[in-house]
Nanobody, 119 residues
Framework: QVQLVESGGGLVQAGGSLRLSCAAS????????MGWFRQAPGKGREFVGS????????VYADSVEGRFTISRDNAKNTVYLQMNSLKPEDTAVYYC????????????WGQGTQVTVSS
């Protein structure tokens, strides 16, 4: 099994910054990628970005490109989401997820952490 725990959420003013962390534990031998998703009230879950575990290349949704940065620490099995120039529309519960090698879907999910951006 794999367990994911997010941290770092909170309340921030528009234009501010926040850094989220997600630590994976358990059976973490074959990580292909870790990603970030978010869900605002009344909306579906939205892809934010992901990072390849071996090469470290990252991809982002258009809505956060240039403002958010994903990084990882392989030794700690931890992924980070640095969020800058935050906007009220970034307000959501943020989830991290893990995809194993040989899989196309993210099968392991964290509990989520609330990010609220005030005007």
């Amino acid at each position: 099994q794999v367990q994911l725990v997010e941290s770092g959420g909170g309340l921030v003013q528009a234009g501010g910054s926040l850094r989220l962390s997600c630590a994976a534990s358990g059976r973490t031998f074959s990580i292909n990628a870790m990603g970030w998703f978010r869900q605002a009230p009344g909306k579906g879950r939205e892809f934010v970005g992901s990072i390849d575990w071996s090469g470290g290349s990252a991809v982002y949704a258009d809505s956060v490109e240039g403002r958010f940065t994903i990084s990882r620490d392989n030794a700690k099995n931890t992924v980070y989401l640095q969020m800058n120039s935050l906007k009220p529309e970034d307000t959501a519960v943020y989830y991290c997820a893990l995809r194993k090698t040989g899989r196309t879907d993210y099968e392991y999910w964290g509990q989520g952490t609330q990010v609220t951006v005030s005007s």
